[in-house]
């Protein structure tokens, strides 16, 4: 029986590893959540551009054809510069990163990068122009290395480790016993929701593409995190034409643009210092969060 049950249990064990495994990469691209059932067109081309500029042309668009979520959604992302976009809860800001992802296709209006409709480009181009850092990051159980690769698999170690030096999670790596080599994930080290993030960033960092979606995170980092992690953002959003998702105020001061947005439509729009003086629903919920500070001390 003992020498019966050995083997069994093996095998138990490497299902549920493989089993894992599948339940890892199902939830990674379950991070913008659904099936991938857009095709690439017969004549699809490949984005060229390094430096695109992003539009949304009065895009229409529900998961559901009995309820519409998007009503009219029109902006632009110049090339190289930063939208914010914030609004309360389900009022449609992650669903403007699905489609610019192309994760479904417009019902109406169309997405432009570097002037093409995205329904024309190569699915393979158009995802590989864009890194997106979610608001909560899924670890694969596999090493810290392998989590950061993963962003470009082709990459160098040195390589590697220059984007965890921009994430600023080099030296924490290198202060694990095993380093890099060292197991993450739900049965190997638990990172904090800010290291995760950084590892998350460093993915980005190696990936180097020309546009950048971050989905802030909802859980509230410590206020010493958020502002590391707001710097290296900061960094990286350089030169990349970025679309920030924003939880918290404080980090689209500096966007180019600001758009605020409910039920599904942009109620307002502009710079930090012009919303305020507008005195309209931005400046309203900026007095909002800055007596929740200092509620907070
Ligand atoms: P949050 O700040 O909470 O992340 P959000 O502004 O990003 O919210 P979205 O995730 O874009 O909001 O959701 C907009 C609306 O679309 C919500 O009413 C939500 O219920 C709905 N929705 C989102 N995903 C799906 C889906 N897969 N199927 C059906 N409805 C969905």
């Known amino acids: 029986l003992l020498q019966l049950s050995a083997p069994l249990f093996l095998l138990g064990m490497m299902y549920r590893e493989v089993k894992q495994a599948l339940t890892n990469m199902e939830r990674l691209f379950g991070l913008l959540d659904e099936r991938q059932d857009v095709q690439d067109a017969a ?3 490949p984005l060229a551009a390094t430096r695109p500029s992003v539009r949304f042309e009065a895009v229409r668009f529900g998961y559901d054809p009995r309820r519409q979520i998007l009503h009219d959604v029109d902006f632009e992302i110049p090339a190289g510069g930063t939208v914010a976009v914030v609004g309360h809860s389900g ?3 992650s669903t403007l990163a699905r489609l610019l ?9 169309r997405i432009l990068i570097d002037g093409q409709d995205i329904r024309r480009l190569t699915q393979a181009s158009l995802r590989g122009a864009i890194a997106i850092v979610p ?3 899924v670890l694969f159980n596999d090493t810290i290395f392998y989590n950061i690769h993963y962003g470009h698999p082709d990459a160098r170690r040195e390589e590697v480790e220059a984007a965890a030096r921009a994430a600023h999670i080099h030296e924490f790596i290198r202060s694990l016993p095993d380093g890099y080599d060292t197991q993450v994930g739900e049965r190997g ?14 993915r980005a960092i190696l990936k180097n593409p020309s546009i950048l979606i971050f989905d802030e995170a909802t859980s509230a980092l410590d206020s010493q995190s958020e502002r590391a992690i707001q710097a290296e953002l900061e960094r990286i959003q350089l030169g990349r034409t970025t679309l920030v998702i924003a939880h918290r105020l ?5 966007a180019d643009q600001i758009l605020v947005m409910d039920g599904g439509r942009i109620v307002e729009r502009g710079s930090h210092g012009e ?9 309203q919920m900026w007095r909002l969060q ?3 500070a200092q509620g907070k001390g």
Request: hydrophobic share 30%; net charge positive.
């Open 101 to 109: 992802y192309r994760f479904y296709d417009v019902d109406g209006g």
């Open 91 to 93: 009022s449609g800001k």
């Open 43 to 45: 004549d699809a081309r």
């Open 135 to 137: 608001q909560d990051t």
């Open 250 to 254: 404080s980090t689209v001061m500096n």
């Open 275 to 283: 919303l305020l003086a507008r005195g309209g629903r931005y400046a």
């Open 290 to 292: 800055q007596r929740e």
């Open 189 to 202: 080290l638990k990172l904090s929701g800010g290291e995760k993030q950084r590892v998350a960033i460093a």
